[in-house]
C-alpha cells in the first residue's frame, strides 16, 4: 500500500486545515488506518484512528478530541483528517499509516503504531 499526504501547512492559532492520505489500494483492506504526528524532540504520538473491523469506529487522543475528525472515502481511497480549533502545540510533521495485520484492533489502532506496516511521507503542520 502506496500513502501520500496533503493538505499541511501553516496557519494562524484557532484556525483549520484538512489533510488528505490517499491510498493505493482499498482501505477498507485494511486493519486499522491512522493519523500519527511527531514534533521536534518528542516521540511520534497517535492522533486519530480507524478500526475497520468493526465497521470504521473512530478514535481520538485526548489532546484533540472534540477538535478533529478522522474520515474516510472509499470511493476515492482516502483518509481524512479534519483539525479545526488549532493549537501550537498541534505543531507537527503528520503521518498517515496503515495496518493490514490482526494484532490492533479498536482503540488500540491509536497506540499500536508500530504494528503499522504502511506509512506516507509526511506533511508539515505548522500553527503559530
Known amino acids: 500500500v502506496q500513502l501520500v499526504e496533503s493538505g499541511g501547512g501553516s496557519v494562524q492559532a484557532g484556525g483549520s486545515l484538512r489533510l488528505s492520505c490517499a491510498a493505493s489500494r482499498n482501505t477498507y483492506s485494511s486493519n486499522c488506518m491512522g493519523w500519527f504526528r511527531q514534533a521536534p524532540g518528542k516521540e511520534r504520538e497517535g492522533v486519530a484512528a480507524i478500526y475497520f473491523g468493526d465497521g470504521g469506529s473512530t478514535y481520538y487522543a485526548d489532546s484533540v478530541k472534540g477538535r478533529f475528525t478522522i474520515s474516510q472515502d472509499n470511493a476515492k481511497n482516502t483518509v481524512y483528517l479534519q483539525m479545526n480549533s488549532l493549537k501550537p502545540e498541534d505543531t507537527a510533521m503528520y503521518y498517515c499509516?496503515?495496518?493490514?495485520?490482526?494484532?490492533?484492533?479498536?482503540?488500540?489502532?491509536?497506540?499500536?503504531?508500530?504494528?503499522?506496516?504502511?506509512w506516507g511521507q509526511g506533511t508539515q503542520v505548522t500553527v503559530s
Open positions: 499509516a496503515a495496518d493490514t495485520g490482526t494484532y490492533c484492533s479498536g482503540g488500540y489502532c491509536l497506540r499500536c503504531q508500530y504494528e503499522y506496516n504502511y
